[in-house]
């Protein structure tokens, strides 16, 4: 199973999201997420973490809060498990990335852009700041999430 991160950067109310339109045979074509990617031989959640986040934007994290963990199972061919981050608190300077365009966009208007159904079961846990570290499944059949658990049990989502 693919290991990979993902990152939300926070600052007056919105979040840093990558709009992925750069890169040939994306999964995550055209879609917005945050910042991250796969893990290397030998990282940990976090070392995976604090580098693609500051090969994507150019930041260097200083304070972080390692969230949760997404499991994704497409179809029957393809599984990811995604450590999730929120961060607060960063140094440098934003740089132009080579998966797609960076933005900051408003944490209210988020589940307005084409994103996975899934993103935004977690993007309520993420917002919800005493939300303890949770481990989520999430299921998908095509583009369209199917099944959804929390920490073991089945949880109701919304269709967007």
């Not at 919105?14 to 709009?19: E, G, I, K």
Request: aromatic letters at 12%.
């Amino acid at each position: 199973m693919k290991q990979t991160t993902l990152c939300y950067l926070e600052k007056d109310g919105r979040y840093l999201m990558l709009h992925r339109t750069k890169k040939a045979n994306d999964i995550n074509h055209d879609k917005w997420i945050g910042v991250g990617g796969k893990f290397e031989p030998g990282e940990t959640p976090e070392q995976c973490m604090l580098r693609e986040v500051w090969e994507e934007t150019g930041f260097t994290v200083t304070k972080w809060n390692y969230r949760g963990i997404v499991t994704f199972y497409l179809d029957e061919s393809y599984g990811e498990s995604m450590h999730l981050f929120s961060c607060l608190e960063w140094t440098g300077t934003q740089k132009v990335c080579d998966e797609g365009d960076l933005e900051w966009i408003d944490k209210q208007k988020l589940t307005t852009l084409p994103m996975w159904e899934g993103d935004a079961v977690f993007l309520k846990l993420v917002n919800n700041p005493d939300e303890p570290f949770f481990n989520l499944k999430l299921v998908y059949h095509g583009e369209t999430l199917v099944s959804a658990e929390k920490d073991g049990e089945p949880i109701q989502f919304s269709k967007r």
